[in-house]
Structure formats: structure tokens, C-alpha cells
């Protein structure tokens, strides 16, 4: 069964806009919610993360909004670069251990 | 530190045959994952361990596969006999803390079977 669904599946952004992508979760046993970027060719790494009992955490550009009552979470990228384009995929993780699931990944584009 | 090491980078092999991917962790982390990527399936988890033992193999498709972990500094992913399907890209990944959080993923195998 599908436990986090990640929108959009591709998003295409000028220089300086910003960059929404949002993911959705069915299961309320989760505790942790990261965000991942992966470049062509190389593995995910961890761009940032929330717990669920606060609403927002900001790393730089990088936003997450979490909205626990809606099941929701996304990423937000203020003033999105070129350097920014890669591949991002939302994660949630069990209460009961260490197994984190991907959403389906979101392929971003910042054109200069 | 050199992070976390895979070997081999690309694999291309015969239906049918055994194919044996590495995986050296960074050092003292005492969690270790395996996932596969594909365009269809996205990134999924096979099978972790914790202190070398494996804690949860309910990704692993099927019994083709099997993994290893003799030493806190060796991983094993086995497919035998491998299929066409198999073809993916397979990361291995490790935690220092946990609850897994902040995994560091290695760059990743890439696997074609003809």
C-alpha cells in the first residue's frame, strides 16, 4: 500500500521563484519527516527534516510546512537556483523503528 | 571520512547469473540499509540491519535475493539467480543513530541484466 503520495511529479521554476512540492501521508504512526535530494548519478542525501510537533522548519531557502490534522507536508525553495535542479523525495517514518518511505520523487527544473 | 563506499559501480550481467553487490559503511554506524530505485517503483527499502544483525527483510522481493552482513565494515546484496526485472540502481545506506534518522547513502550500483 502507498503511504506517502508526492506531488508534482515534475515542476519547472525560473531563477528566483519558488518551488512548492507537496506530500501526503494515510498513516498517523509516523514521528519523522525528511526531505531528500538526489542528483543525476548519485544517492539521496538529506536536505531537511521535521517532527510533527511543530508546523514549520526553516534551513536557509529551505522551508517545510507540516499540517498534522491534514496529513500533509511539503517543501518549500525560496529564491530557487539553477543548482537547485535535482530530483526531491519527501520520507515518513514508522513510531515503531527505523524504516523510512520514499514518496515517488519530484523531478525539478530552475531555469536560469 | 570517505562515506559510505559501494563497489561495483556498474554491473552488467546475463540472465541467470549470480550478481553480488558491496557495501562498506561509514565508520560506527551501527545501521545499514538496502534499497532498489526504479522509474516504476521509486526507492524502496529491502532489508536493514542494526549492529550487522537484520532487523527487517520484508522489502526483499523474493527469495532470489538475500543479504549479508558478517562485520560492522561489510554488506552483501546477493540476486541468484538474477532477471531482466532485477535491472535497477541499488543504494546502500547507513545511520549512526537510532530510529535511522539522517541516512547517508552511498552513490549507488547500477545493475542491467540482459
Known amino acids: 500500500q502507498q503511504q506517502v503520495k508526492q506531488s508534482p511529479q515534475s515542476l519547472i521554476v525560473q531563477k528566483g521563484g519558488i518551488s512548492i512540492i507537496n506530500c501526503a501521508y494515510e498513516?498517523?504512526?509516523?514521528?519523522?519527516f525528511p526531505w531528500y535530494q538526489q542528483f543525476p548519478g548519485k544517492g539521496p542525501a538529506l536536505l531537511i527534516a521535521i517532527r510533527p510537533d511543530v508546523s514549520e522548519k526553516k534551513e536557509g531557502r529551505f522551508t517545510i510546512s507540516f499540517n498534522k490534522s491534514a496529513k500533509q507536508f511539503s517543501l518549500h525553495i525560496m529564491d530557487s537556483q539553477p543548482g537547485d535542479s535535482a530530483t526531491y523525495f519527501c520520507?515518513?517514518?514508522?513510531?515503531?523503528?527505523?524504516?523510512?518511505?520514499f514518496g515517488e520523487g519530484t523531478q525539478l527544473t530552475v531555469n536560469p | 571520512d570517505a562515506g559510505v563506499i559501494q563497489s561495483p559501480r556498474h554491473e552488467v550481467t546475463e540472465m541467470g547469473q549470480e550478481v553480488t553487490l558491496r557495501c562498506k559503511p561509514i565508520s560506527g554506524h551501527d545501521y545499514l540499509f538496502w534499497y532498489r530505485q526504479t522509474m516504476m517503483r521509486g526507492l524502496e527499502l529491502l532489508i536493514y540491519f542494526n549492529n550487522n544483525v537484520p532487523i527487517d527483510d520484508s522489502g526483499m522481493p523474493e527469495d532470489r535475493f538475500s543479504a549479508k552482513m558478517p562485520n560492522a565494515s561489510f554488506s552483501t546484496l546477493k540476486i541468484q539467480p538474477s532477471e531482466p526485472r532485477d535491472s535497477a540502481v541499488y543504494f546502500c545506506?547507513?545511520?549512526?543513530?537510532?530510529?535511522?534518522?539522517?541516512?547517508?547513502f552511498g552513490p549507488g550500483t547500477r545493475l542491467l541484466v540482459l
Open positions: 520520507a515518513v517514518r514508522e513510531t515503531s523503528g527505523s524504516r523510512l518511505t
Open positions: 545506506a547507513t545511520s549512526p543513530w537510532a530510529g535511522g534518522e539522517t541516512q547517508y
Open positions: 498513516n498517523t504512526a509516523f514521528d519523522y
